[in-house]
């Protein structure tokens, strides 16, 4: 398990919920990122420039952060298919739900919405359990 590292997660936070904040105020948007990613396709006049520049921003901000540290962090011994799936799961999961933890937990809690109110521990309950039965039901299965 990583260091915790309670200063550069507050600091990180902070910088996301100011992020969505500005993007609530400035252009009136939830900063969900899969309802963001999905209006680039198709693209709509005049919505697809700031949508295109939150979506390119995000690597890009991960890119300058792992340039500061030195090289990037491995967070994942994970075999490329299994991270591929996951993120195919979680796509499809973020269509399901009718948003993502970034727009339900992030945005909607922040909001009150009784929708993110009921997302977001699903979500969580959803992550522990298969987190738990991936450790301790099927060890050595998928990793």
Do not use: E, K, N
């Given at each position: 398990?990583?260091?915790?590292t309670?200063?550069s997660?507050?600091?990180?936070g ?10 609530l105020v400035a252009?009136?948007?939830?900063a969900?990122?899969?309802g963001i ?22 690597p ?13 962090v491995?967070?994942?011994h994970?075999?490329?298919w299994?991270l591929?799936l ?6 499809v999961?973020?269509?399901i739900?009718?948003g ?7 945005c ?18 959803t ?5 738990y039965?991936w450790?301790h039901l ?5 990793w």
């Amino acid at each position: 398990m990583a260091d915790f590292t309670p200063w550069s997660a507050l600091g990180g936070g902070i910088l996301i919920g100011l992020a969505a904040l500005l993007l609530l105020v400035a252009l009136g948007r939830i900063a969900g990122i899969s309802g963001i990613a999905s209006g680039l396709l198709p693209p709509r006049r005049g919505d697809a420039a700031w949508r295109l520049a939150f979506v390119l921003g995000l690597p890009m901000g991960a890119a300058l952060w792992m340039q500061g540290q030195g090289g990037p962090v491995l967070a994942s011994h994970a075999p490329s298919w299994q991270l591929a799936l996951a993120g195919l799961l979680v796509g499809v999961g973020t269509r399901i739900g009718s948003g993502c933890t970034s727009g339900h937990g992030v945005c909607g809690l922040g909001r009150l919405s009784p929708r993110s109110m009921v997302a977001v521990p699903v979500f969580m309950a959803t992550a522990m359990m298969c987190v738990y039965a991936w450790r301790h039901l099927l060890p050595g299965v998928l990793w």
